[in-house]
C-alpha cells in the first residue's frame, strides 16, 4: 500500500475555474515533486519541492503552482482551467531529493 | 524529438514469455535509469532503478543500460497474468531538482 495519499481521486470542473489537489506524504519525505500524466502519456515533470521551497519546475506556465507544508502535506493549485489541463495529476515524495519516489495514486481533473 | 521514446505497444505474451521492453533517449547527461509499472486506476511503482551502465536484476526483473547507444531495457522472464500493466521507463540526469522524463509507457498483456 502506498504511503502517499492523493485527494480527490475524481474532479470534474468548468475551463476558467481554479483548482486545488492535495496530497499527503510519508512522514520524512522532505521533497514532493508534482507530474501531469495525459491519457496514453507517460508523466510530465511539472514542479518539485524541497523543504517547503520550490526546487526546480518543469516546462508548465505560472497558473500551475504549489505549496508544501511542514507536516509533509503538499498542495497543488491550478489557476484558469483549460480544456488540455484535464489529465491525470501525481504526486511523487521521497526523503531528501533521492531516486526512490513513491507515487501516489493520483487526481483525475476532467476540464469541460 | 522527445528526450524519451518508448514503443507504446500495446505487447501480448502468453504466459512464461520472456518480455523485452525498450527505452531510447537522447540526452547523453541522463545518468540514473528506472522502470515503473503502473496498473489502471493507479500510480507508477518503481521496479528497478539504475545507476550509469550495466546490468541489473531482481528476481524476474532485468533492467540493462547502454549508455554509449542511449538505449535501456527491461527483461521479464516467466511472465505472470499479473504482470500485466503499463510500464514506463524513466531517467533523469541527477542534477537539480531530480525530475524524471519519462517514455510514453508500454501497455502489456500476459495471457493466461
Known amino acids: 500500500e502506498t504511503g502517499v495519499t492523493q485527494s480527490p481521486t475524481h474532479l470534474i470542473k468548468t475551463r476558467g475555474q481554479q483548482v486545488t489537489l492535495r496530497c499527503s506524504s510519508q512522514?520524512?519525505?522532505?521533497?514532493v515533486s508534482w507530474y501531469q500524466q495525459a491519457l496514453g502519456q507517460g508523466p510530465q515533470f511539472i514542479f518539485q519541492y524541497y523543504r517547503e521551497e520550490e526546487n526546480g519546475r518543469g516546462n508548465f506556465p505560472p497558473r500551475f503552482s504549489g505549496l508544501q507544508f511542514p507536516n509533509y502535506s503538499s498542495e497543488l493549485n491550478v489557476n484558469a482551467l483549460e480544456l488540455d489541463d484535464s489529465a491525470l495529476y501525481l504526486c511523487?515524495?521521497?526523503?531528501?531529493?533521492?531516486?526512490?519516489?513513491?507515487f501516489g495514486s493520483g487526481t483525475r481533473l476532467t476540464v469541460v | 524529438q522527445k528526450e524519451v521514446e518508448q514503443d507504446p505497444g500495446p505487447l501480448s505474451v502468453p504466459e512464461g514469455a520472456i518480455v523485452s521492453l525498450n527505452c531510447t533517449y537522447s540526452n547523453s547527461a541522463f545518468q540514473y535509469f528506472m522502470w515503473y509499472r503502473q496498473y489502471s486506476r493507479k500510480g507508477p511503482e518503481l521496479l528497478m532503478y539504475t545507476y550509469s551502465s550495466g546490468n541489473k536484476e531482481d528476481g524476474r526483473f532485468t533492467a540493462q543500460v547502454d549508455k554509449s547507444s542511449k538505449y535501456i531495457s527491461l527483461f521479464i522472464r516467466d511472465s505472470q497474468p499479473s504482470d500485466s500493466a503499463t510500464y514506463l521507463c524513466a531517467m533523469s540526469a541527477g542534477t537539480g531538482a531530480n525530475n524524471l522524463f519519462f517514455g510514453t509507457g508500454t501497455r502489456l498483456t500476459v495471457i493466461p
Open positions: 512522514s520524512g519525505h522532505n521533497t
Open positions: 511523487a515524495s521521497s526523503p531528501d531529493r533521492a531516486y526512490g519516489y513513491t
